[in-house]
Protein backbone atom coordinates (compact mmCIF):
# COMPACT_ATOMS: atom_id res chain seq x y z
CA UNK A 1 0.00 0.00 0.00
CA UNK A 2 1.59 3.38 -0.93
CA UNK A 3 1.86 6.09 1.50
CA UNK A 4 -1.30 8.71 1.00
CA UNK A 5 0.53 11.70 -0.67
CA UNK A 6 0.56 14.88 1.31
CA UNK A 7 -2.30 17.08 1.52
CA UNK A 8 -0.98 20.16 -0.92
CA UNK A 9 -0.69 23.82 0.70
CA UNK A 10 -2.10 26.19 -1.06
CA UNK A 11 0.12 29.25 -1.52
CA UNK A 12 -1.48 32.34 0.32
CA UNK A 13 -1.43 35.85 -1.69
CA UNK A 14 0.11 38.36 1.00
CA UNK A 15 -0.47 42.08 0.44
CA UNK A 16 2.24 44.21 0.40
CA UNK A 17 1.73 47.36 2.81
CA UNK A 18 1.90 49.82 -0.26
CA UNK A 19 -1.15 47.74 -1.70
CA UNK A 20 -3.18 48.60 1.49
CA UNK A 21 -1.96 51.75 1.21
CA UNK A 22 -3.74 52.37 -1.86
CA UNK A 23 -6.40 50.59 -1.74
CA UNK A 24 -7.20 52.72 1.72
CA UNK A 25 -6.26 56.25 -0.40
CA UNK A 26 -8.34 55.43 -2.93
CA UNK A 27 -11.84 54.28 -1.01
CA UNK A 28 -11.18 57.62 0.58
CA UNK A 29 -10.85 58.86 -2.46
CA UNK A 30 -13.78 57.92 -3.65
CA UNK A 31 -16.20 58.32 -0.44
CA UNK A 32 -15.00 62.65 -0.15
CA UNK A 33 -15.56 62.40 -4.00
CA UNK A 34 -19.36 60.87 -3.75
CA UNK A 35 -20.30 62.14 -0.17
CA UNK A 36 -20.06 65.47 -1.46
CA UNK A 37 -17.04 66.57 1.20
CA UNK A 38 -15.07 67.33 -2.17
CA UNK A 39 -17.71 69.27 -4.07
CA UNK A 40 -18.23 67.61 -7.75
CA UNK A 41 -16.92 70.91 -9.49
CA UNK A 42 -13.54 70.30 -7.66
CA UNK A 43 -13.58 66.76 -8.26
CA UNK A 44 -14.09 67.42 -11.95
CA UNK A 45 -10.93 69.78 -12.28
CA UNK A 46 -8.79 67.77 -9.97
CA UNK A 47 -9.05 64.03 -12.39
CA UNK A 48 -8.78 66.34 -15.06
CA UNK A 49 -5.63 67.50 -13.51
CA UNK A 50 -4.18 63.91 -13.26
CA UNK A 51 -5.24 62.34 -16.40
CA UNK A 52 -2.07 63.33 -18.15
CA UNK A 53 -0.31 61.88 -14.92
CA UNK A 54 -1.97 59.05 -14.48
CA UNK A 55 -1.37 58.22 -18.22
CA UNK A 56 2.63 58.94 -18.30
CA UNK A 57 3.13 56.91 -14.93
CA UNK A 58 0.75 53.57 -16.27
CA UNK A 59 2.99 53.65 -19.49
CA UNK A 60 6.40 54.71 -18.60
CA UNK A 61 6.61 52.02 -15.78
CA UNK A 62 5.30 48.94 -18.01
CA UNK A 63 7.92 50.29 -20.64
CA UNK A 64 10.57 50.11 -18.08
CA UNK A 65 9.43 46.87 -17.70
CA UNK A 66 10.09 45.53 -20.86
CA UNK A 67 13.11 47.48 -20.95
CA UNK A 68 14.68 45.57 -18.82
CA UNK A 69 13.32 42.24 -19.93
CA UNK A 70 14.85 42.88 -23.09
CA UNK A 71 18.23 43.78 -21.65
CA UNK A 72 18.50 47.49 -21.90
CA UNK A 73 19.43 48.04 -18.72
CA UNK A 74 22.08 45.44 -18.61
CA UNK A 75 23.85 46.32 -21.70
CA UNK A 76 24.11 49.80 -20.51
CA UNK A 77 24.88 48.64 -16.81
CA UNK A 78 28.15 46.57 -18.05
CA UNK A 79 29.26 49.85 -19.98
CA UNK A 80 29.06 51.91 -17.16
CA UNK A 81 31.13 49.59 -15.06
CA UNK A 82 33.43 49.16 -17.97
CA UNK A 83 34.34 53.28 -18.48
CA UNK A 84 35.32 52.97 -14.73
CA UNK A 85 38.09 50.59 -15.18
CA UNK A 86 37.40 48.85 -11.65
CA UNK A 87 37.68 52.13 -9.76
CA UNK A 88 34.79 52.33 -6.85
CA UNK A 89 35.65 56.48 -6.59
CA UNK A 90 35.01 56.89 -10.66
CA UNK A 91 31.90 54.21 -10.25
CA UNK A 92 30.25 56.50 -7.81
CA UNK A 93 30.93 59.83 -10.00
CA UNK A 94 29.64 58.49 -13.00
CA UNK A 95 26.97 57.02 -11.53
CA UNK A 96 26.11 60.67 -9.49
CA UNK A 97 26.63 62.32 -12.86
CA UNK A 98 24.41 60.28 -15.08
CA UNK A 99 21.32 60.43 -12.47
CA UNK A 100 22.07 64.57 -12.61
CA UNK A 101 22.30 64.93 -15.93
CA UNK A 102 19.22 62.79 -16.75
CA UNK A 103 17.16 64.81 -13.91
CA UNK A 104 18.29 68.01 -15.20
CA UNK A 105 17.69 67.44 -18.83
CA UNK A 106 14.39 65.14 -18.80
CA UNK A 107 12.84 65.06 -15.20
CA UNK A 108 12.75 63.34 -11.97
CA UNK A 109 10.18 60.50 -12.78
CA UNK A 110 11.78 59.45 -15.84
CA UNK A 111 15.12 58.83 -13.76
CA UNK A 112 13.63 57.37 -11.28
CA UNK A 113 11.80 54.69 -13.92
CA UNK A 114 14.63 54.08 -16.52
CA UNK A 115 17.99 54.76 -14.47
CA UNK A 116 16.97 53.03 -11.82
CA UNK A 117 17.26 49.37 -13.06
CA UNK A 118 20.30 50.68 -15.07
CA UNK A 119 22.06 50.89 -11.22
CA UNK A 120 20.54 47.99 -10.01
CA UNK A 121 21.27 45.45 -13.06
CA UNK A 122 25.22 47.10 -12.32
CA UNK A 123 24.92 45.82 -8.60
CA UNK A 124 23.95 42.55 -9.59
CA UNK A 125 26.71 42.05 -12.24
CA UNK A 126 29.25 43.69 -9.86
CA UNK A 127 28.26 41.52 -7.14
CA UNK A 128 28.40 44.60 -4.89
CA UNK A 129 25.81 45.95 -2.49
CA UNK A 130 22.75 47.60 -4.51
CA UNK A 131 21.90 49.84 -1.74
CA UNK A 132 24.37 52.84 -2.70
CA UNK A 133 23.33 52.32 -6.32
CA UNK A 134 20.29 52.52 -5.77
CA UNK A 135 20.03 55.37 -3.61
CA UNK A 136 22.31 57.33 -5.80
CA UNK A 137 18.90 57.53 -7.99
CA UNK A 138 15.99 58.09 -5.76
CA UNK A 139 18.49 60.84 -4.31
CA UNK A 140 19.69 62.84 -7.18
CA UNK A 141 16.29 62.35 -9.14
CA UNK A 142 14.93 64.04 -6.22
CA UNK A 143 17.84 67.14 -5.47
CA UNK A 144 18.89 67.12 -8.96
CA UNK A 145 15.17 68.56 -10.33
CA UNK A 146 15.50 72.43 -9.24
CA UNK A 147 17.16 73.92 -12.34
CA UNK A 148 15.32 73.87 -15.77
CA UNK A 149 11.51 73.90 -15.34
CA UNK A 150 11.20 70.37 -17.30
CA UNK A 151 12.76 69.08 -14.47
CA UNK A 152 9.83 68.68 -12.73
CA UNK A 153 6.23 69.25 -12.58
CA UNK A 154 6.73 71.69 -9.26
CA UNK A 155 9.04 73.83 -11.04
CA UNK A 156 6.61 74.09 -14.14
CA UNK A 157 3.98 75.62 -11.49
CA UNK A 158 6.82 77.42 -10.00
CA UNK A 159 7.68 79.23 -13.20
CA UNK A 160 4.58 80.49 -14.45
CA UNK A 161 3.27 81.52 -11.05
CA UNK A 162 6.43 84.05 -10.63
CA UNK A 163 6.50 85.02 -14.32
CA UNK A 164 9.75 83.62 -15.21
CA UNK A 165 11.41 82.83 -19.02
CA UNK A 166 12.83 78.86 -18.48
CA UNK A 167 16.02 80.94 -18.70
CA UNK A 168 15.43 83.52 -16.13
CA UNK A 169 14.43 80.47 -13.88
CA UNK A 170 17.20 78.46 -14.44
CA UNK A 171 19.71 81.68 -13.71
CA UNK A 172 17.46 81.98 -10.60
CA UNK A 173 17.82 78.16 -9.58
CA UNK A 174 21.43 77.61 -10.92
CA UNK A 175 23.07 78.46 -7.34
CA UNK A 176 20.57 76.28 -5.27
CA UNK A 177 20.68 73.96 -7.56
CA UNK A 178 24.42 73.70 -7.38
CA UNK A 179 24.37 73.52 -3.46
CA UNK A 180 21.86 70.71 -3.25
CA UNK A 181 23.66 68.13 -5.91
CA UNK A 182 26.58 69.20 -3.87
CA UNK A 183 25.60 68.12 -0.17
CA UNK A 184 23.51 65.32 -2.06
CA UNK A 185 27.00 63.43 -3.40
CA UNK A 186 28.58 64.25 -0.20
CA UNK A 187 26.53 62.43 1.75
CA UNK A 188 26.09 59.47 -0.97
CA UNK A 189 29.97 59.09 -0.42
CA UNK A 190 30.02 58.88 3.09
CA UNK A 191 27.13 57.66 3.80
CA UNK A 192 26.64 54.27 1.32
CA UNK A 193 29.36 54.35 -1.24
CA UNK A 194 32.37 54.78 1.05
CA UNK A 195 30.99 52.33 3.44
CA UNK A 196 30.07 49.37 0.93
CA UNK A 197 32.57 49.78 -0.79
CA UNK A 198 34.65 46.75 -1.84
CA UNK A 199 38.42 45.42 -0.79
CA UNK A 200 40.55 48.65 -1.69
CA UNK A 201 38.54 50.43 -3.64
CA UNK A 202 38.31 48.24 -6.81
CA UNK A 203 36.01 46.08 -8.39
CA UNK A 204 36.31 43.56 -11.68
CA UNK A 205 34.65 45.14 -14.58
CA UNK A 206 32.37 43.04 -16.19
CA UNK A 207 32.52 41.48 -19.65
CA UNK A 208 30.03 43.44 -22.30
CA UNK A 209 26.69 41.95 -21.50
CA UNK A 210 24.51 40.44 -24.85
CA UNK A 211 21.64 40.59 -25.07
CA UNK A 212 19.53 37.16 -25.28
CA UNK A 213 17.13 38.75 -28.25
CA UNK A 214 19.04 41.56 -30.35
CA UNK A 215 16.55 42.66 -31.96
CA UNK A 216 13.73 42.83 -29.05
CA UNK A 217 16.79 44.67 -27.30
CA UNK A 218 16.94 47.12 -30.70
CA UNK A 219 13.32 47.82 -30.52
CA UNK A 220 13.34 48.18 -26.66
CA UNK A 221 16.43 50.75 -27.32
CA UNK A 222 14.61 52.82 -29.30
CA UNK A 223 11.48 53.16 -27.46
CA UNK A 224 13.45 54.53 -25.05
CA UNK A 225 15.62 57.24 -27.41
CA UNK A 226 11.97 57.65 -29.03
CA UNK A 227 10.95 58.31 -25.53
CA UNK A 228 13.81 60.37 -24.26
CA UNK A 229 13.70 62.73 -27.87
CA UNK A 230 9.84 63.19 -27.31
CA UNK A 231 10.63 64.84 -23.95
CA UNK A 232 13.81 66.96 -25.37
CA UNK A 233 11.47 68.24 -27.91
CA UNK A 234 8.78 69.06 -25.53
CA UNK A 235 6.12 66.87 -26.58
CA UNK A 236 3.59 65.72 -23.45
CA UNK A 237 5.43 63.55 -21.30
CA UNK A 238 2.26 61.27 -21.22
CA UNK A 239 2.27 61.23 -24.88
CA UNK A 240 5.82 60.71 -25.88
CA UNK A 241 5.59 57.80 -23.23
CA UNK A 242 2.47 55.97 -24.77
CA UNK A 243 4.14 56.54 -28.50
CA UNK A 244 7.25 54.80 -26.88
CA UNK A 245 5.53 52.22 -25.31
CA UNK A 246 3.59 51.31 -28.69
CA UNK A 247 6.28 50.81 -29.97
CA UNK A 248 8.12 48.48 -28.06
CA UNK A 249 4.34 46.57 -27.35
CA UNK A 250 4.90 45.80 -31.10
CA UNK A 251 8.40 44.11 -30.77
CA UNK A 252 7.00 41.88 -27.78
CA UNK A 253 3.79 41.08 -29.54
CA UNK A 254 5.80 39.93 -32.63
CA UNK A 255 9.15 38.33 -30.81
CA UNK A 256 8.19 37.17 -27.40
CA UNK A 257 4.34 37.89 -26.96
CA UNK A 258 3.97 35.31 -23.32
CA UNK A 259 5.95 37.87 -21.43
CA UNK A 260 3.08 40.81 -22.08
CA UNK A 261 0.57 40.48 -18.91
CA UNK A 262 -2.20 42.53 -17.20
CA UNK A 263 0.43 42.17 -14.09
CA UNK A 264 2.81 44.97 -15.94
CA UNK A 265 0.16 47.49 -15.56
CA UNK A 266 0.85 49.62 -12.03
CA UNK A 267 -2.79 49.40 -10.73
CA UNK A 268 -1.76 50.00 -7.36
CA UNK A 269 0.45 53.24 -7.92
CA UNK A 270 -2.67 54.52 -10.14
CA UNK A 271 -4.40 53.61 -7.11
CA UNK A 272 -2.31 55.46 -5.00
CA UNK A 273 -2.13 58.79 -6.78
CA UNK A 274 -5.91 59.18 -7.54
CA UNK A 275 -6.85 58.78 -4.04
CA UNK A 276 -3.66 60.76 -2.96
CA UNK A 277 -4.93 63.69 -5.06
CA UNK A 278 -9.19 63.72 -3.85
CA UNK A 279 -8.39 63.03 0.19
CA UNK A 280 -5.92 66.41 -0.52
CA UNK A 281 -8.06 68.13 -2.50
CA UNK A 282 -10.56 68.01 0.34
CA UNK A 283 -8.68 68.33 3.29
CA UNK A 284 -7.88 71.62 1.62
CA UNK A 285 -11.27 72.57 1.21
CA UNK A 286 -11.34 71.73 5.09
CA UNK A 287 -8.62 73.31 6.72
CA UNK A 288 -5.31 72.17 5.15
CA UNK A 289 -5.18 75.57 3.16
CA UNK A 290 -5.57 77.50 6.70
CA UNK A 291 -2.58 75.17 8.47
CA UNK A 292 -0.21 75.98 5.46
CA UNK A 293 -1.06 79.34 6.04
CA UNK A 294 0.33 78.95 9.69
CA UNK A 295 3.14 77.32 8.98
CA UNK A 296 4.56 79.20 6.61
CA UNK A 297 3.91 82.57 8.54
CA UNK A 298 4.12 86.36 7.36
CA UNK A 299 7.94 86.32 7.82
CA UNK A 300 10.27 87.90 5.32
CA UNK A 301 13.62 88.34 4.25
CA UNK A 302 16.05 85.08 5.31
CA UNK A 303 13.47 83.92 7.88
CA UNK A 304 10.42 83.83 6.16
CA UNK A 305 12.56 81.93 3.07
CA UNK A 306 13.77 79.17 5.82
CA UNK A 307 10.23 78.71 6.87
CA UNK A 308 9.09 78.04 3.01
CA UNK A 309 11.67 75.34 2.80
CA UNK A 310 10.72 73.63 5.72
CA UNK A 311 7.30 74.13 5.56
CA UNK A 312 7.50 72.52 1.63
CA UNK A 313 9.92 69.53 2.62
CA UNK A 314 7.69 68.63 5.97
CA UNK A 315 4.44 68.90 3.60
CA UNK A 316 5.80 66.51 1.30
CA UNK A 317 6.70 64.23 3.43
CA UNK A 318 3.42 64.33 5.34
CA UNK A 319 1.58 64.15 1.63
CA UNK A 320 3.07 64.63 -1.54
CA UNK A 321 5.65 66.76 -3.02
CA UNK A 322 2.99 68.27 -5.68
CA UNK A 323 0.22 68.69 -3.37
CA UNK A 324 2.43 69.88 -0.82
CA UNK A 325 3.75 72.76 -3.03
CA UNK A 326 0.07 73.47 -4.63
CA UNK A 327 -1.20 73.93 -0.59
CA UNK A 328 1.59 76.44 0.14
CA UNK A 329 0.90 78.22 -3.36
CA UNK A 330 -2.02 78.97 -2.86
CA UNK A 331 -1.78 81.15 0.13
CA UNK A 332 1.81 82.86 -0.84
CA UNK A 333 1.32 86.38 -2.76
CA UNK A 334 2.13 85.64 -6.52
CA UNK A 335 4.94 88.81 -5.71
CA UNK A 336 6.62 87.04 -3.04
CA UNK A 337 9.14 85.65 -5.34
CA UNK A 338 11.70 84.42 -2.65
CA UNK A 339 9.20 82.85 -0.51
CA UNK A 340 7.47 81.01 -3.82
CA UNK A 341 10.98 79.22 -4.56
CA UNK A 342 12.07 78.42 -1.59
CA UNK A 343 8.92 76.27 -0.75
CA UNK A 344 9.67 74.42 -4.51
CA UNK A 345 13.08 73.86 -2.75
CA UNK A 346 11.40 72.58 -0.07
CA UNK A 347 9.24 70.09 -1.77
CA UNK A 348 11.93 69.25 -4.38
CA UNK A 349 14.77 68.93 -2.35
CA UNK A 350 12.72 67.83 1.06
CA UNK A 351 10.51 64.35 -0.51
CA UNK A 352 12.83 61.77 0.42
CA UNK A 353 11.99 60.13 3.90
CA UNK A 354 8.42 58.68 3.07
CA UNK A 355 7.77 56.32 -0.12
CA UNK A 356 4.95 58.93 -0.70
CA UNK A 357 6.78 62.04 -0.44
CA UNK A 358 7.02 62.03 -4.33
CA UNK A 359 6.23 60.44 -7.35
CA UNK A 360 9.64 59.73 -8.20
CA UNK A 361 10.50 58.21 -4.49
CA UNK A 362 7.23 56.29 -4.95
CA UNK A 363 8.50 55.08 -8.50
CA UNK A 364 11.63 53.97 -7.10
CA UNK A 365 10.39 51.73 -4.65
CA UNK A 366 8.38 50.64 -7.17
CA UNK A 367 11.35 49.47 -9.18
CA UNK A 368 13.73 48.08 -6.10
CA UNK A 369 10.67 45.96 -5.91
CA UNK A 370 10.25 44.80 -9.11
CA UNK A 371 14.11 44.01 -9.03
CA UNK A 372 13.86 42.71 -5.66
CA UNK A 373 16.29 44.66 -3.89
CA UNK A 374 15.37 45.45 -0.18
CA UNK A 375 17.20 48.93 0.29
CA UNK A 376 17.91 48.84 4.26
CA UNK A 377 15.32 50.55 5.36
CA UNK A 378 16.09 52.41 8.68
CA UNK A 379 19.47 53.20 7.28
CA UNK A 380 17.45 54.96 4.61
CA UNK A 381 14.99 57.04 6.27
CA UNK A 382 17.59 58.17 8.72
CA UNK A 383 20.13 58.97 5.87
CA UNK A 384 17.40 60.24 3.86
CA UNK A 385 15.73 62.64 6.38
CA UNK A 386 19.52 64.07 6.86
CA UNK A 387 19.88 64.69 3.63
CA UNK A 388 15.76 66.37 3.41
CA UNK A 389 17.08 68.79 6.04
CA UNK A 390 20.64 69.70 4.86
CA UNK A 391 20.07 69.72 1.14
CA UNK A 392 16.74 72.13 1.65
CA UNK A 393 18.90 74.43 4.25
CA UNK A 394 21.49 74.47 1.62
CA UNK A 395 19.71 75.37 -1.05
CA UNK A 396 17.52 77.91 0.48
CA UNK A 397 20.49 79.82 1.80
CA UNK A 398 22.22 79.61 -2.12
CA UNK A 399 18.77 81.08 -3.05
CA UNK A 400 19.22 84.30 -0.60
CA UNK A 401 22.48 84.71 -1.99
CA UNK A 402 20.91 85.31 -5.27
CA UNK A 403 17.52 87.19 -4.15
Known sequence: MKPAAPPEQSVRWQPHPLDLVAVVLAVAGAGCALSGLLPRAETTATLHRILPLLLFLGTVIVLAELTAVAGVFDVLASRLAIASRGRWAALFLLCGGL?????????????????????????????VPAGPLAVTTVWLANTASLLLPVSNLTNLLAADRVGLTPLAYAERMALPQLAAVAVTMALLWYAWWRRDQPAGGRFVPPAPHVPADPVLHRVALAGCLLFVA?????????????????????????????????????????????????VVQTLGQHGLDDLVAGLLGADDGALGALRAGSTGALLANGVNNLPAYLAGEAVLPTTDHTRLLALLIGTNVGPLAAPWASLATLLWFERCRAAGVAVPLTRFVLTSTLLAVTGTLAAVGALLLVS
Open 230 to 278: GILAGVEIGLASAVALALVLVGFIVRSPATLRLRLVPVRLLLFVIGLFL
Open 99 to 127: ATLTTLALNLDTTAVLLTPVLLALARNLR
